[in-house]
Nanobody
Framework: QVHLVESGGGLVQPGGSLRLSCATS????????MSWYRQAPGKERELVAL????????TYADPVKGRFTVSRDNAKNTVYLQMNSLKADDTAVYYC????????WGQGTQVTVSS
């Protein structure tokens, strides 16, 4: 059974940092591209960052470029999202996703950026 479990969300002040983790099981992690998405209230879910299965060059949405870094540890079947210089606009539920022929989703973790 496939599981993706996000953790690390919470409340942080503007300018602060958070590190999200997504622990996975039930599929061959190293074969899958891993992504982070987010969905803010009243908005559509959007892609934030993607890292290929090989761990090569990651891609980022324009609003997070230079502030967020995605990484993966294939030995731990885990993907991370380091978020720095957080802004109020980053407030959303963050989801990790695994994509190959199929796409799997986690349940999401809330990130709230507020003073």
């Amino acid at each position: 059974q496939v599981h993706l479990v996000e953790s690390g969300g919470g409340l942080v002040q503007p300018g602060g940092s958070l590190r999200l983790s997504c622990a996975t099981s039930g599929f061959t992690f190293s074969y899958y591209a891993m992504s982070w998405y987010r969905q803010a209230p009243g908005k559509e879910r959007e892609l934030v960052a993607l890292i290929p299965s090989t761990g090569g060059t990651a891609t980022y949405a324009d609003p997070v470029k230079g502030r967020f870094t995605v990484s993966r540890d294939n030995a731990k079947n885990t993907v991370y999202l380091q978020m720095n210089s957080l802004k109020a606009d980053d407030t959303a539920v963050y989801y990790c996703s695994a994509t190959q022929l199929r796409q799997y989703w986690g349940q999401g973790t809330q990130v709230t950026v507020s003073s």
